[in-house]
T-cell receptor
Framework: NAGVTQTPKFRVLKTGQSMTLLCAQD?????MYWYRQDPGMGLRLIHY???????AKGEVPDGYNVSRLKKQNFLLGLESAAPSQTSVYFC???????????FGQGTRLTVV | AQSVTQLDSHVSVSEGTPVLLRCNYS??????LFWYVQHPNKGLQLLLK??????LVKGINGFEAEFKKSETSFHLTKPSAHMSDAAEYFC??????????????FGGGTRLMVKP
């Protein structure tokens, strides 16, 4: 049982480049989330989804887009990367709006 | 709206002494509350959860937390610290209810250091 898998685990981008982070879960969870973690700031919610085909903005959505075309996958896109987007990104999923979340191992992104 | 405040950014204890990590929350609905632990360069692991059953919640590795509605608190405790407990701990709130929004909101984290 893989749980929540993030791809890639590490990436270095040049300013202005684009990329997509993939989050895949095999637990048939309805809810999925993308967070970024920066030193001293905890985890901040970027976007989330409460089911296939739905997305919603979180606390820090600017510069990011997401898609949930399949229930098991939640994609996070950076159209034009900026140094301020250097961070560790975590994906999470949970079965309902009440249950605990399961997290991926994170993606360390550096924008130079 | 929901929010979480972890009252200490750093806590240092000696091995074998009690641990107290403080968390206060704000919630417009009845909340679900969670504590997660993150070891260096690792993902997040669930320690324990409160979802409206017993107010004293026991978790893994000897940790427990008590939900106090009147104080809007969910402090994490452990009777005796172990070196392996050194990590960052996050308190998380999720509003429950039809119009709650289903977001998970994190506190800023508390880094626990354990001295030999």
């Amino acid at each position: 049982n893989a749980g929540v898998t993030q791809t890639p685990k590490f990436r270095v981008l040049k300013t202005g480049q684009s990329m997509t982070l993939l989050c895949a879960q095999d637990m048939n969870h309805e809810y999925m989330y993308w967070y970024r973690q920066d030193p001293g700031m905890g985890l901040r919610l970027i976007h989330y989804s409460v089911g296939e085909g739905t997305t919603a903005k979180g606390e820090v959505p600017d510069g990011y887009n997401v898609s949930r075309l399949k229930k098991q996958n939640f994609l996070l896109g950076l159209e034009s990367a900026a140094p301020s987007q250097t961070s560790v990104y975590f994906c999470a999923s949970r079965l309902t709006g009440v249950t605990e979340a399961f997290f991926g191992q994170g993606t360390r992104l550096t924008v130079v | 709206a929901q929010s979480v405040t972890q009252l200490d950014s750093h806590v240092s204890v000696s091995e074998g002494t009690p641990v107290l990590l403080r968390c206060n929350y704000s919630s417009s609905y009845s909340p679900s509350l969670f504590w997660y632990v993150q070891h260096p360069n690792k993902g997040l692991q669930l320690l324990l959860k409160y979802t409206s059953a017993a107010t004293l919640v026991k978790g893994i590795n000897g940790f427990e937390a008590e939900f106090k509605k009147s104080e809007t608190s969910f402090h994490l405790t452990k009777p005796s610290a172990h070196m392996s407990d050194a990590a960052e701990y996050f308190c998380v709130v999720s509003d429950r209810g039809r119009n709650a929004g289903n977001m998970l909101t994190f506190g800023g984290g508390t880094r626990l250091m354990v001295k030999p």
